[in-house]
């Protein structure tokens, strides 16, 4: 459907505004304005509290999973062979685990519920976490790792979660706030891990607990995610509201018993699906490497520390949670999210390939050291740089996820949800390992040069979803072929 400069342009009307920290202000679109009831069983006030719940839950996850970023690395060393290979291999498991998980969570929640399988989803999370701090071998750092990722399938969950409780017109703008929940835990939780690592706190901690809790700088931030985890579980079983009813979840459990392969198999197929499962990936391909590709290349290039490059992560995350959490549900509410995908996607491209060029582009601007002494010309080239990657990537991310709703039938949300997640995931599995390949055997620029070219077929394959309309509709598998 087509969101044009007629539908919502007041920019006002039914939409709430939560105050979720001092610095961050987000403004929650109400599932109920403009809505009919569509037989979700929730209706005016539980499901703008659905919504809510939905957010602050997806944030407590990911504050979990940001918690660990800091210290995975060095927690991984201090295992032997826990090399910086180890260190790839834990980051593809997870990632891995998303992939087979993330349909499959899905699909289960179309059948019995987005609030059971949050719910126990956020269990697993809590055990994944805990068998992380307590890990004394890399096996069960790498089980962790990967019982956390099959877990962090949720996501697909909570975002057929919102298309449950919003009229179409509204859903990007909705969609974008999962985004930057998912922001805002990136951007506090590897704060909060960073200051529960410092020694100092850990033996703070480690006086006030039973000498039968092992505290240390890898323990103590473990168990805080899953500490975090565990409050998401609390808030779910207490506040959320179940979005399906049970006529719903029975339809769905009639013709959605599908293996995965068969899902993607049905959306590849698709017209609608396929230009956008092969968007995610090459968007989650190319932006997963040149993540992980960052840090080395402001280390080697700019000679920054591990403390200036966590503040340089933490900008990122700043401009995302702002791009999604108030720029995207304004620009939906005038713009179609063809268009707007299109715009991401280019605002992406350029900014991926001229990550090489930060420097050059700082050698033309202003040194404004004398209004702070931090603010040279190299840090102002890499901070305009570095602008276009969260703003580029967080339209686009959202609109796509707004596609994907769109061209989905209204039975299969979460089974669609779940396939493009997974397709990340799988690109997020193999993405990292071959741009760092490039960067250490090409050099320093290949990764991102060959990051901005992955994206450039994206934009024609969404100047292509305004061609196909087909709704997905996984078919129920053959009798005659039923073993």
């Known amino acids: 459907m087509r969101i044009g400069p007629g539908v919502g342009r007041d920019g006002m009307d039914g939409v709430r505004t939560v105050r979720t920290f001092p610095s961050v202000l987000i403004r929650l679109p109400d599932a109920e304005a403009g809505m009919t009831d569509s037989g979700t069983g929730i209706t005016g006030s539980r499901r703008r509290r659905g919504l809510a719940v939905v957010f602050f839950v997806v944030f407590l996850d990911l504050l979990g999973f940001g918690i660990i970023i800091p210290i995975l690395p060095y927690y991984t060393r201090t295992f032997p062979g826990g090399t910086e290979f180890v260190i790839g291999l834990l980051a593809a498991s997870y990632s891995a685990m998303q992939f087979v998980f993330a349909p499959l969570l899905g699909s289960l929640s179309d059948r019995v519920g987005r609030r059971p399988v949050l719910v126990v989803s956020l269990c697993g999370s809590v055990v994944a976490w805990t068998v992380f701090g307590l890990a004394d071998a890399l096996w069960l750092l790498f089980l962790s790792r990967m019982l956390a990722g099959a877990m962090g399938g949720n996501l697909s969950t ?29 951007i506090f939780g590897p704060g909060i891990g960073a200051v529960l690592s410092f020694d100092a706190t850990v033996a703070a901690v480690d006086g006030l607990l039973p000498a039968a809790v092992p505290i240390s700088r890898f323990s103590l931030p473990s168990f805080a995610a899953a500490a975090a985890s565990l409050a998401g579980v609390l808030v779910a079983l207490l506040f959320l509201p179940e979005s399906r009813t049970a006529a719903e979840s029975a339809g769905a459990t009639a013709t959605e018993r599908t293996s995965s392969i068969t899902q993607l198999r049905a959306a590849v197929a698709t017209p609608g699906l396929r230009p956008l499962l092969l968007a995610f990936f090459l968007v989650s391909f190319a932006f997963s490497g040149v993540q992980v590709m960052f840090v080395p290349y402001v280390a080697d290039i700019y000679g920054y520390t591990a403390a200036q490059s966590a503040l340089l992560l933490t900008y990122i995350g700043v401009v995302a949670v702002i791009t999604q959490g108030v720029l995207v549900g304004r620009l939906s509410a005038r713009y179609s999210p063809v268009r707007l995908s299109l715009f991401g996607t280019a605002l992406l491209v350029v ?14 601007l202003p040194d404004l050291t004398a209004l702070a002494p931090f603010l040279t010309a190299d840090l102002l080239g890499l901070l305009l740089v570095l602008t276009l990657l969260p703003l580029g990537n967080g339209i686009l991310s959202v ?6 709703s769109q061209r989905a039938s209204a039975a299969v949300q979460g089974s669609a949800f779940g396939i493009t997640q997974g397709a990340g995931s799988l690109a997020r599995t193999v993405g990292p390992p071959v741009m760092g390949g490039l960067y250490f055997a090409v050099g320093y620029w290949s990764p991102f040069v060959v990051g901005s070219v992955l994206l450039l077929p994206v934009l024609w394959l969404v100047s292509r979803l305004g061609v196909t309309q087909e709704a997905y509709e996984p078919r129920p598998a053959d009798p005659g072929h039923a073993r």
């Open 158 to 186: 909570a975002q057929a979660y919102v298309a449950d409780v919003t009229p179409p017109e509204r859903r990007a703008a909705a969609l974008g706030f999962i985004g930057a929940a998912f922001g805002l835990g990136f």
């Open 351 to 364: 900014g991926v390939g001229a990550i090489p060029a930060s420097r050059a582009i700082g050698s033309v």
């Open 399 to 404: 609109t796509l996820t707004a596609l994907v």
